[in-house]
């Protein structure tokens, strides 16, 4: 029986890293267990079949060896495991670590105690000598132990959600003069709430959703936790990834004002199709109000060839189209860009430190938005220059004494075409650090290949982060005629960052596009 006892208590504790990972693999896949059975098939299945392969050895090597031998055989092999995994894990640095919400406690929770109810029945009806096998089946179950955990807990979770949702449109409903902006598109959104607000803030008292946080729970938590009742302007970024997300936030947060800044082939293997998307991003012009304002790119083809179901007005922007509000004469450099915006036949001159054609498209939208809100020209050509970098969206910054030009969050082939176009007007010679782009479904191989040709003339070397998810790019460098002898395959972000350190100068400009989380970095 102590035996016994002691054996569960071990083989616990080698549990607990790989459930850490189940956890945090889990939780990047947004707690979706079909996003996550995906995940599993596509990184775990070969390590599961290993893993019961050396449960058949072991079971074996049982029947060839003195069976007295086999208990403390097994105390040895759990005890080495568990050792090496806390010892490799205290090495590890993660992109985006596991965080420790009060959802995830309740998860570890649920995993610890359907770990006991089902090793503690094993080891209590199975013979100490019989143990042998379970130790590597016990190793690797826990990936698989998330489906049940998660139909447990679902249950629960939507509760607790709702609750605090239900909470959360009371707190709205007491703002009843509050300016609601929603925001959202395939790409562009976050920075476009970003300039809005700090545009905006000049004039009124403004929150906006911080972060990504443009889930249900994010809103919740951003209007339960900072909303103030002095607040006169809620900006509100809304994400989606299937059918119904945006119409559902919509009904949740009433905007007057909504902004689609893009709509592209993003999250694929969750909306199916293009046309899925477009018809999503655009229910938030549908579902404004009658009296409401719908802001809309209409450089964007999609964007523009929709035919919007809803009387509101809409307001135009672009570049490349006859647009309400139009930008022309743009200039980038290492320093910013320049542009003029051109509205009812007049240029209103504008500067900023932000690059590219698709923060300058952010700041036209936020302009529109600005105007219908009552802003200057004059106070906005200031507030423009002074809105700052989004963080890790083309945002210029040194290190070590480098010039990096950091895209590294969530890219898309309609942005990361866009860093190429301002990477090919940079000074001295131009570095591309990058993993690829990814949850693109069936289409992510074609358009990482596109990304590749895309490279000719707008870089000069070419450096890319996992040799598997990044062979389209290497392919499709190869056949655009790229130098290849400047193209160089690394294994992971650290041995990128010195492969530049040793071959570029303090004159040359590097850019990071994209930068893979943890789930999807092989």
Same mark, same amino acid.
């Given at each position: 029986? !102590? $035996?016994? *006892?002691?054996? =569960?208590?071990?083989? %616990?504790?080698?549990?607990? #890293?790989?459930?850490?990972?189940? @956890?945090?693999?889990?939780?990047?896949?947004?707690?979706?267990?079909?996003?996550?059975?995906?995940?599993?098939?596509?990184?775990?299945?070969?390590?599961?079949?290993?893993?019961?392969?050396?449960?058949?050895?072991?079971?074996?090597?049982?029947?060839?060896?003195?069976?007295?031998?086999?208990?403390?055989?097994?105390?040895?092999?759990?005890?080495?495991?568990?050792?090496?995994?806390?010892?490799?894990?205290?090495?590890?640095?993660?992109?985006?670590?596991?965080?420790?919400?009060?959802?995830?406690?309740?998860?570890?929770?649920?995993?610890? !105690? $359907?770990? *006991?109810?089902? =090793?503690?029945?094993? %080891?209590?009806?199975?013979? #100490?000598?019989?143990?042998?096998? @379970?130790?590597?089946?016990?190793?690797?179950?826990?990936?698989?132990?998330?489906?049940?955990?998660?139909?447990?807990?679902?249950?629960?979770?939507?509760?607790?959600?709702?609750?605090?949702?239900?909470?959360?449109?009371?707190?709205?409903?007491?703002?009843?003069?509050?300016?609601?902006?929603?925001?959202?598109?395939?790409?562009?959104?976050?920075?476009?709430?970003?300039?809005?607000?700090?545009?905006?803030?000049?004039?009124?008292?403004?929150?906006?959703?911080?972060?990504?946080?443009?889930?249900?729970?994010?809103?919740?938590?951003?209007?339960?936790?900072? *909303?103030?009742?002095?607040?006169?302007?809620?900006?509100?970024?809304?994400?989606?990834?299937?059918?119904?997300?945006?119409?559902?936030?919509?009904?949740?947060?009433?905007?007057?004002?909504?902004?689609?800044?893009?709509?592209?082939?993003?999250?694929?293997?969750?909306?199916?199709?293009?046309?899925?998307?477009?018809?999503?991003?655009?229910?938030?012009?549908?579902?404004?109000?009658?009296?409401?304002?719908?802001?809309?790119?209409?450089?964007?083809?999609?964007?523009?060839?929709?035919?919007?179901?809803?009387?509101?007005?809409?307001?135009?922007?672009?570049?490349?189209?006859?647009?309400?509000?139009?930008?022309?004469?743009?200039?980038?450099?290492?320093?910013?860009?320049?542009?003029?915006?051109?509205?009812?036949?007049?240029?209103?001159?504008?500067?900023?430190?932000?690059?590219?054609?698709?923060?300058?498209?952010?700041?036209?939208?936020?302009?529109?938005?600005?105007?219908?809100?009552?802003?200057?020209?004059?106070?906005?050509?200031?507030?423009?220059?002074?809105?700052?970098?989004?963080?890790?969206?083309?945002?210029?910054?040194?290190?070590?004494?480098?010039?990096?030009?950091?895209?590294?969050?969530?890219?898309?082939?309609?942005?990361?075409?866009?860093?190429?176009?301002?990477?090919?007007?940079?000074?001295?010679?131009?570095?591309?650090?990058?993993?690829?782009?990814?949850?693109?479904?069936?289409?992510?191989?074609?358009?990482?290949?596109?990304?590749?040709?895309?490279?000719?003339?707008?870089?000069?070397?070419?450096?890319?982060?996992?040799?598997?998810?990044?062979?389209?790019?290497?392919?499709?460098?190869?056949?655009?005629?790229?130098?290849?002898?400047?193209?160089?395959?690394?294994?992971?972000?650290?041995?990128?960052?010195?492969?530049?350190?040793?071959?570029?100068?303090?004159?040359?400009?590097?850019?990071?596009?994209?930068?893979?989380?943890?789930?999807?970095?092989?």
């Amino acid at each position: 029986m !102590l $035996l016994k *006892l002691i054996f =569960l208590l071990l083989i %616990i504790l080698m549990m607990l #890293i790989p459930t850490k990972h189940a @956890l945090h693999m889990f939780q990047q896949n947004r707690y979706e267990l079909r996003r996550y059975g995906k995940w599993l098939n596509d990184n775990v299945g070969k390590n599961v079949l290993l893993g019961l392969i050396i449960a058949l050895v072991l079971v074996i090597i049982y029947y060839m060896v003195l069976r007295s031998i086999v208990p403390y055989l097994s105390y040895f092999i759990i005890a080495a495991i568990t050792v090496y995994d806390y010892l490799k894990e205290k090495k590890k640095s993660y992109i985006k670590p596991l965080v420790y919400t009060a959802r995830v406690k309740r998860q570890i929770v649920v995993i610890v !105690l $359907l770990d *006991l109810l089902i =090793l503690g029945s094993v %080891i209590w009806f199975t013979a #100490i000598e019989d143990l042998m096998g @379970l130790v590597v089946i016990a190793y690797v179950m826990n990936w698989l132990m998330i489906y049940p955990m998660g139909i447990i807990t679902m249950p629960l979770e939507k509760g607790v959600q709702l609750y605090f949702i239900n909470d959360a449109k009371k707190i709205l409903r007491k703002h009843d003069d509050l300016i609601k902006i929603g925001i959202t598109g395939s790409y562009g959104k976050t920075s476009s709430k970003n300039i809005v607000q700090a545009i905006i803030s000049d004039r009124y008292r403004s929150l906006m959703t911080p972060a990504s946080f443009n889930t249900p729970m994010g809103i919740t938590i951003t209007i339960r936790e900072h *909303l103030k009742p002095t607040d006169q302007v809620f900006v509100c970024e809304m994400g989606a990834d299937k059918v119904n997300d945006i119409s559902y936030l919509c009904k949740f947060v009433k905007p007057q004002i909504g902004l689609v800044t893009s709509i592209g082939p993003q999250h694929l293997q969750t909306f199916k199709t293009l046309d899925n998307i477009i018809k999503e991003k655009m229910q938030m012009i549908e579902c404004l109000p009658k009296d409401g304002l719908g802001i809309i790119n209409v450089d964007n083809e999609h964007i523009r060839n929709y035919q919007v179901k809803n009387s509101c007005k809409l307001v135009t922007y672009g570049i490349y189209h006859d647009a309400d509000y139009q930008a022309v004469d743009i200039q980038y450099g290492p320093d910013g860009s320049s542009f003029n915006v051109l509205f009812e036949n007049e240029k209103h001159a504008f500067k900023t430190k932000l690059l590219g054609e698709h923060n300058i498209m952010n700041i036209l939208a936020s302009i529109a938005i600005a105007r219908h809100l009552g802003i200057g020209w004059q106070e906005l050509m200031k507030s423009v220059r002074q809105v700052d970098y989004v963080e890790h969206r083309l945002q210029v910054k040194k290190i070590n004494g480098y010039t990096f030009i950091d895209n590294a969050f969530n890219s898309n082939p309609e942005g990361a075409a866009m860093s190429l176009k301002v990477m090919s007007m940079m000074p001295n010679k131009r570095f591309i650090v990058t993993p690829g782009l990814i949850d693109l479904g069936p289409q992510q191989y074609a358009m990482n290949y596109d990304l590749g040709k895309k490279m000719l003339g707008m870089v000069d070397v070419v450096i890319l982060v996992g040799p598997s998810q990044t062979l389209p790019i290497f392919n499709g460098l190869q056949d655009s005629g790229f130098d290849m002898e400047n193209v160089y395959v690394v294994q992971n972000v650290k041995e990128a960052f010195s492969k530049v350190y040793a071959m570029a100068s303090l004159q040359d400009v590097i850019l990071l596009e994209n930068d893979l989380p943890d789930a999807f970095n092989k």
